[in-house]
């Protein structure tokens, strides 16, 4: 009867929502690095090419888009209503401006539901079409940096500071702040003024630090990046020498507080409330910057990286394993900016970043999570250019250069493929001018290699 096909027909139709949506699928993709590595750019980049770009002469090695499955992407409202949108309109007005967008200096979020169709297998026999949710988030590399104080007391964590303190580069612009710590009574009554003061002078070198030394390991991160917790008594503490059996109404016993509940109401919520939920994650780094400042800050980079590496191998350090459980199954490292180079050295600077994590990459490897690095340009700012000189053809980039303002044709050094070390260092160190973007004339942002890194990221969820 016709009552009972409509019957069905409405049975069917739920049952086909209802497998539609246990096959509907959601990935948490957090962003990462250190401020000016290029999430700004990249996130931009991301949404752009996924929603207006997503062609097979853009993005060869996106499986989904070179098989011509990608239906459509678009940008869709968030669940989380306790982060702020990333915003990527304000992203893009600059970038079609020509100008690079402003740095976002907090946790922001971005939703992208890409809409495809299926490349066989089960998923094809249900329906047509799928739809992958994408959560972008991107926070502050620094915020990552805060780490390993969820694994020390506040003596420990005090200890190291001093002694990096007390060390080169850190020393010379440190001695004058040892020297109000050797003044300074701990065990005496609590001076909140005085505390202040102390804080605030620690925190005006860690930013010097960052700024002018652009040193990496730098703790409490939230000193640099401070979020919604600018000026909040919570980040104001510092290392101090131990007090044993220090009085409770003491300076000492007052930072220890603090220290103490920066570590669980700060770094230890980060964790359990967003980075124990992301499944994949994308660390940039910009090595060409910090090529460009030596030796010295390249090797602190280098430990900053490792000991960020550290702690995704779960096994190793199981203290956070026991803390949140993360979940993340891929972790790709991205060297930003290779468009400061020529074509041909690309893959100097992959090789590079490859042998700074090579060996917390097999650890990594152990525990079952996929690690990849790869070498890439969210927004391309330069062309290859040849060059011929003395008979001989020169692989050159031009663009607008940004100190200059000016055009600028410019033969890019070749990184090294490995990291060097103090003696192997170049005489004259290493220059990597910057650009402004450069948009086609259509005003399509180009790349270099966006579609690996979605491939990477995103191709075994789009099959
Ligand atoms: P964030 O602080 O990590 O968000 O970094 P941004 O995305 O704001 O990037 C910082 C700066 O790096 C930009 O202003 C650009 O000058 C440069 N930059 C970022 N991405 C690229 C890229 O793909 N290519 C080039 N050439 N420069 C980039």
New binding site residues.
């Given amino acids: 009867s016709i009552k009972q096909s409509a019957k069905f027909k409405q049975f069917q139709h739920q049952a086909h929502q209802l497998v539609q949506r246990g096959f509907d699928q959601h990935v948490k993709l957090a962003v990462t ?10 996130i ?2 991301l949404v752009q090419h996924l929603t207006e770009q997503a062609n097979s002469q853009n993005l060869p090695f996106f499986s989904v888009v070179q098989q011509h499955r990608m239906v459509a992407a678009k940008a869709v409202p968030q669940s989380a209503l306790d982060i702020p949108t990333f915003p990527y309109r304000d992203g893009l007005n600059a970038l079609l401006q020509g100008q ?6 907090r946790i922001n979020t971005l939703r992208l539901a890409i809409k495809y169709r299926s490349g066989g297998g089960l998923r094809a026999q249900f329906s047509e079409n799928h739809t992958l949710i994408v959560d972008l988030i ?1 926070y ?2 620094e915020w990552l940096m805060d780490l390993p104080m969820l694994d020390m007391d506040y003596s420990t964590w005090s200890k190291q500071q001093l002694q990096l303190l007390s060390q080169a580069p850190r020393v010379t612009q440190a001695e004058e702040f040892l020297s109000e710590l050797e003044q300074f009574d701990a065990s005496a009554p609590v001076d909140e003024q005085q505390l202040a003061k102390l804080a605030r002078q620690y925190q005006a070198l860690l930013v010097h630090f960052k700024h002018d030394l652009k040193l990496s390991v730098l703790q409490p991160g939230r000193m640099l990046m401070p979020g919604d917790l600018a000026g909040a008594p919570i980040l104001a503490f510092f290392p101090l020498p131990e007090v044993i059996d220090a009085p409770e109404n003491s300076g000492y016993f007052h930072l220890k507080k603090r220290y103490q509940a920066y570590v669980k109401d700060v770094v230890q919520h980060f964790y359990q409330q967003h980075f124990c939920h992301f499944d994949r994650q994308i660390i ?1 780094v ?1 090595l060409l910057s910090s090529l460009e400042q030596g030796a010295e800050v390249f090797a602190e980079q280098n430990q900053a990286i490792n000991q960020l590496l550290s702690y995704f191998s779960y096994g190793k350090s199981n203290f956070i394993k026991r803390l949140f459980a993360p979940k993340i199954d891929k972790l790709l490292f991205a060297a ?5 180079l020529s074509a041909e050295h690309h893959k100097d600077l992959a090789l590079l970043l490859d042998d700074i994590v090579a060996h917390a990459k097999n650890n990594l490897v152990f525990d079952g999570i996929k690690i990849e690095t790869m070498a ?7 062309k290859a250019v040849q060059v011929m000189q003395d008979g001989e053809k020169l692989n050159c980039i031009s663009g607008k250069e ?1 100190k200059s303002q000016h055009q600028m044709t410019f033969l890019p050094a070749q990184p090294p493929m490995r990291v060097l070390s103090a003696t192997e260092w170049p005489k004259h160190g290493f220059n990597f001018p ?2 402004y ?1 450069d948009l086609t004339a259509d005003k399509k942002i180009r ?2 290699r966006i579609d690996h890194v979605l491939e990477f990221l995103l191709g075994d969820k789009l099959r």
């Fill in positions: 690095g250190l401020s000016r590595s290029g999430k700004t750019a990249f931009t980049a690079w967008p402003e740095s976002t200096e991107d502050p590399g940039l910009d930003t900016k290779s468009d400061h890439m340009s969210s927004v391309a700012s330069t940004m910057s650009f973007p790349h270099v």
